[in-house]
């Protein structure tokens, strides 16, 4: 596994693999990695002759700033990761490799990013559409992989590679859970384990919910599952929408649409965890 921390170091390296015709997959990530990484680089790795995956905090995603500074960072650890996995090569820059001038590009994605954590996180997904689309332009991956814990995100970075006509196919993979439920997240790693306890709470919920969303009204099931959590002393739920699994737009009746995504974000505490759930989609 080589290890480049430098935009020419990252160009030297695969330059040569692009000469000899290799495929190149990529997983970009913010590193504190965790099995539900390990299921994307795994893919990425069966998928492609050559697997790059980035590990960059990138600072332009996180409209709080709070939540940046105590971001999990854990360099060896994910290296250690990463090695047995088959990883070719980690690209693990600063800020200034990453963004040598600042990035002012400002992405239109329409209703797109008006809801959910986009409404609760102003700009975050322009952040994000700011550094995938510089790392695809760095490694020139031909298939790149997310994860669909992040739901929103994965239609967002859809709907940039179709903006900009990039030549990536997205592959989107199945969220990872604990064996009691929970969705794996980086954050996870700051929960109390007090906390930890409580936040197996949301996906129990949200599983539950599986069963009446079918009889009981899309409201209904909208409010079964929040007061459920929020009966919880410690969990507080930000916002819970069923919605158009394409548009991310908010249903109000289940005959509404052909794809019914249930997206949750909770406080436990001071950590915000996300996670959802798929009602149906029809084929
Ligand atoms: O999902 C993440 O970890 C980040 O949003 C991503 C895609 C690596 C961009 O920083």
Redesign the pocket.
Known sequence: MIVVTTTDKLHETLSLFRREGRSIGFV???GALHAGHVSLVKQCVADNDVSVV?I?V?PT?FNDKNDLIHYPRTLDADLNLLEPVGVTVVFAPGVEEVYPQEDIRKFDFGMLDKVMEGKHRPGHFNG?AQ??SRLFDLVKPIRAY??EK?FQ?VAIIRAMVRQLNLPVEIVAMPIVREADGLALSSRNARLTSQQRKLAVKISEALTKSRNFAGRSSVQDTIKQVVDEINSNDGLQVEYFEIVDGNSLQSISEWQNTEYAVGCITVFCGEIRLIDNITYFAKQ
Do not use: E, K, L
């Open positions: 970009p990530t913010m980035s960059f990138n995603q994000v550094v995938v997310f994860g992040d995100q």
